[in-house]
């Protein structure tokens, strides 16, 4: 049986109706529903209401148990609305903060080398993995387009710094492989629905460009994880989709 | 007997009935599916998932290229698997008055469940425009299904469903809505396709107290099976539940097809079952 490290949970209320884990509790109640261990979490009523700069709730929700690892959202550092990048670097790493989130779509910015080179920079120097969901509050991912030339900008600039890019979209493979192609330090979530994707992925581009990423509470996780059960993978590919890719890159945060 | 759940946490091929309502077959012009006219890798990976049958429509469903080319490209790929692949006739308001020789043709070719249109890209249509009249009354003749992307409007479904009671209607992508009309309306059926939100069918289910409304759908083959196993598999729902949505209630209506006692699809899955067939 496999047992997965989930790279995108929200916990805390939603204002948006429907499935939510209010408290750690209940988020690890979910987890167990669908074999979660792990996960990289963030705090949801932030990221719906726009709140940058204060980190407590993440944080001690995130210290009940060492199955949550809490992640935090990031901006364009220009508009000072967060600390500045070497702050803001330093004080993830000194809470046990080893990945951060970028929204451009849900928090209305562009994420390229431009606006977020400060960061990067930052970033970059301690390999800590930047993820990017570009899906708005409300939006299907169905029709939903990542914007490829900013992801691709950002990758190229930064080729020493992970990028997680959830959220692909459904049907937009002929971008998602073009990506991973030209940019080495690309990994992508198993969002690209497509018949086929995970084998095909694995067979052109390796088993460590992938990471599973369940997107509760906007969607169910059994989506994902049923796929990743049943895909015609080897089953040191499956841990390393399921999981070890993810635990990997952690540790390997300097 | 494991619970489908466990099968599913194993990645072992489920053992009771699997039958997926809602498929596709062909290729995709604006986005890339892989292998996605691989009829062997198709039924392979309905083989690692326990999937006994996946009823498919064409690919671009009634909005691109020839029509008829479409339908074949489906109905030659259920003539290689009888058991496994059972084609709709895809039709498309762009062409109303070829809609009835195009499912004559159909019919003709061997099995078929039925009828299936989408919305996207072509002229709007209800249960009760003129064009759908004489497609509805050869459905319900051999006693068919037909599945619409989304049933727009439900005042002209709920006229069809009394008219054409001999045909089951099925509402493409999960919508508690049609549930609440199945109630009153014996012949209309949800797919679950796209259930996306957490355990949004089992809580269907609680709030429904009931499970024969509903079917397993995916979208496979253009998306990967488990789009529609994955929403029901860990759900909040008993076990008798996940096995009626999964396979068991389509079971029910392909068993009152005339052609199912001649064409020897259901011998397997009837042994297994043990249903109720009056
Ligand atoms: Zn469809």
Not at chain 1, 106 to 124: E, V
Not at chain 1, 154 to 182: S, W
Not at chain 2, 32 to 46: K, L, N
Not at chain 2, 62 to 73: H, I, M, R
């Amino acid at each position: 049986m496999v047992t997965f490290f989930d790279c995108e949970m929200g916990l805390g209320p939603t204002g948006l109706g429907g499935a939510a884990a209010p408290t750690a509790e209940a988020l690890l109640r979910v987890m167990g529903q669908y074999d979660i261990g792990s996960a990289l979490v963030y705090d949801r009523a932030a990221h719906e209401a726009g709140v940058f700069d204060r980190f407590d709730f993440i944080l001690e929700a995130c210290g009940t148990s060492h199955r949550l690892l809490p992640t935090i959202p990031v901006l364009p550092p220009a508009t000072r609305e967060q600390m500045p990048p070497a702050d803001l670097v330093a004080f993830c790493l000194d809470h046990g903060i080893k990945a951060v989130r970028a929204c451009p779509t849900a928090h209305n910015f562009i994420c390229d080398r431009h606006s977020m080179g400060r960061l990067c920079t930052q970033l970059q120097a301690r390999r800590m993995p930047l993820i990017h969901s570009s899906i708005g509050l409300r939006e299907h991912p169905y029709k939903h387009q990542p914007p490829w030339h900013d992801l691709r900008d950002l990758a190229l600039a930064f080729p020493d710094m992970p990028v997680i890019v959830l959220h692909t979209g459904m049907m937009q493979g002929r971008n998602l492989f073009t990506l991973l192609e030209e940019c080495p330090n690309v990994m992508a979530d198993l969002s690209c629905a497509s018949f086929q994707y995970v084998e095909e992925v694995v067979a052109h581009f390796g088993s460590a460009r992938l990471v599973m990423a369940s997107h509760f509470p906007a969607e169910d996780p059994g989506l994902y994880t049923t796929w990743l059960n049943y895909a015609k993978v080897d089953a040191d590919v499956r841990a390393n989709i399921a999981g070890d890719n993810l635990r990997r890159l952690l540790a390997a945060v300097v | 007997m494991k619970t489908t759940r466990e099968y599913v946490c194993a990645g072992q091929p489920l053992e009771t009935p699997f039958i997926d309502v809602h498929g596709h077959f062909g290729p995709w012009p604006d986005t890339f599916i892989p292998h996605t006219v691989d009829q062997g890798r198709i039924i392979a990976e309905m083989d690692r998932y326990g999937c006994d049958m996946v009823w498919m429509s064409a690919s671009n469903p009634g909005y691109a290229g020839d029509l008829a080319a479409k339908n074949d490209c489906v109905f030659d790929f259920a003539a290689a698997y009888p058991e496994r692949i059972i084609p709709y006739c895809t039709l498309s308001s762009h062409d109303p008055q070829n809609n009835v020789k195009e499912l004559k043709r159909c019919l003709a070719r061997g099995p078929c469940i039925g009828v299936k249109m989408h919305r996207y890209s072509q002229p709007s249509y209800t249960m009760r425009s003129d064009f759908m009249q004489a497609i509805l009354e050869i459905l319900a003749e051999h006693r068919l299904v037909y599945l619409n992307h989304v049933f727009e409007n439900v005042i002209d479904l709920e006229w069809a469903c009394d008219k054409y009671a001999d045909v089951v209607f099925i509402a493409g992508h999960f919508n508690p809505g049609i549930n609440d009309l199945a109630l009153s309306h014996p012949n209309l059926r949800d797919c679950t396709c796209a259930a996306m939100h957490p355990d949004a069918i089992g809580a269907e289910v609680q709030r429904l107290k009931r499970s024969d409304t509903m079917l397993v759908g995916s979208d496979f083959s253009q998306v990967h099976l488990g789009f529609g196993l994955g929403m029901i598999a860990y759900g909040n729902m008993a076990e008798d539940d996940k096995r009626n949505i999964l396979g068991n209630n389509a079971l029910r209506l392909l068993e009152r097809i005339p052609w199912s006692d001649t064409s020897g699809v259901l011998a397997g899955m009837r042994e297994d079952l043990g249903i109720d067939r009056k």
